[in-house]
């Protein structure tokens, strides 16, 4: 197991060192995709957004971690805190839509926005290295290809936070569709939640996958073409 962690990383290395600004530009333009998709898609289906603001609170954020509430406490907050959001004016002073962003939110943008990356570096540096395994290679890209897709389109329209709309936390396509009943936006929600997974999870394994292959070759000669 540790000579499999150490051949994957090795890999992964070898690839992101190969392209580095790719990787980087990769990193930045998924994480971008993932904030401004979802209140884009509600401007375009609900209303445009009428305010966007980060949380004032967060100039308090340096003295809150400083003070002497309990570590489990500090952890706690800051997992719900939000960090910014965007909401459109609705009728009778309540928002149409709205779309919060907390600290999880952010990790999770940035956990696949560095899958993404990783997935796509790995690629790259296998058709460099003229790797070719007949009949196990198609399997790893269809499937990295459809993980990178609903990565991208999936999360960062999925499991978002909202206000103004029924429950705290469902796909945006559900928010776009007015007058959900409560059980539909439950339903909605548990199956955001649960793609989610399963999209981190497969392009967790793709990723590992195409990383071990390549850990293998590192220092050999690529293949004649």
Known sequence: MVRAVQTTLRGLGAAVRARPGTVLALVVAVFAVHVLLPPLILALARKPWTYFAFNPWLSQLPDYLASSAPLRQKLDFLSRLAVFWFTADGAYGFPEWGFAVDTMDLARFL??????????????????????????A???????????????????????SVVGCGAPVLPVVGLVFAGLSSGTLALLSGISRVSSVVAMVALTVVVAWLGRHAGSTVGHRPASR
Do not use: D, F, K, M
């Open 111 to 136: 956990a696949t926005s560095l899958l993404i990356a990783a997935y796509a570096a790995l690629l790259l540096y296998r058709r460099e290295r003229g790797v070719r395994e007949a009949g196990r």
């Open 138 to 160: 198609a399997p790893s890209h269809a499937g990295g290809v459809v993980g990178a897709v609903v990565g991208v389109l999936g999360l960062s329209t999925g499991p978002c």
